[in-house]
């Protein structure tokens, strides 16, 4: 009799741990194991997957190229080549957005590469690239930006506020918000583009708050993007334009990773006129 029970008792067992095991379900039999185990292998695989995500994050490191533009309107045959650098005719633009979307690249903004780091996966996108205006010169507007949406891309504008609506080689306030509206991002490039080296602490964070304040106030949007003047910056710089509110500062036009923590310390490069130089600069990436 005890054998039996023995023998009852070990069936009983094993269809116990078939149970837990999420192979047999038994209406009426829910409050068995089955819950709670399954519910601490979820809970086991969760954690697991936090950890993996967490990891991949700081790690991460995008490589999309971030090119410098200025001037663009058709070039004048008594240009200095200092002139020149500054300036990309309207042809040889189309010419570098025909290139983009005949060879797989896709323009996107700032906010979509900060998005791409903070979830930190690689981008669904593939060949990525980052286009920027600097200064807020009304050419970019009369010649940049219908090409643009001609070609369905997207780039960051990054203006100066002093000149707007004042002197007429900038844009105005009208053309600045229907770029915004169209899906274009702008940034701020201080109040009145001074070398950042030679500013005392208290113009630095004039320039680097105040020109944040007056384009939000006259686009109605938040804006999240920063590009000091010439290039140059400090470790103070990049504290203030973390302060104000920005997410990123493009700072620089030597190499430096795009990770989450270097969002304050982003570098770009000067487009170039050629399009083989301008291949080579999105193949070596940033
Ligand atoms: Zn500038």
Redesign the pocket.
Known sequence: MKKYLVQIGFVLAVFLLILICGQISIPGLKSLPQNEVMASVSQVIATATIKTTTTSRSDQTLNIPIIIY?SVRPTRPEETEAQKRYNISPDRFEEQLTYLKNNGYTTISLDQMVADLERGTTSPITKPVILTF??GWKNQYEYAFPLLKKYNDTATF?V?TNPIEKDERFLIWSQIKEMSDAGMTIGS??VY?PYFSKATPAELKKEIFNSKKTLEKHLGKKVSHF?T??GQTSSQIEKLIKEAGYTTGRVTTKKSPITKENLFHLSAFFVPQNLQDFIGLLENKN
């Open positions: 200025h600097d200064d990054y100066y490039h201080s583009h590009a003047p010439y």
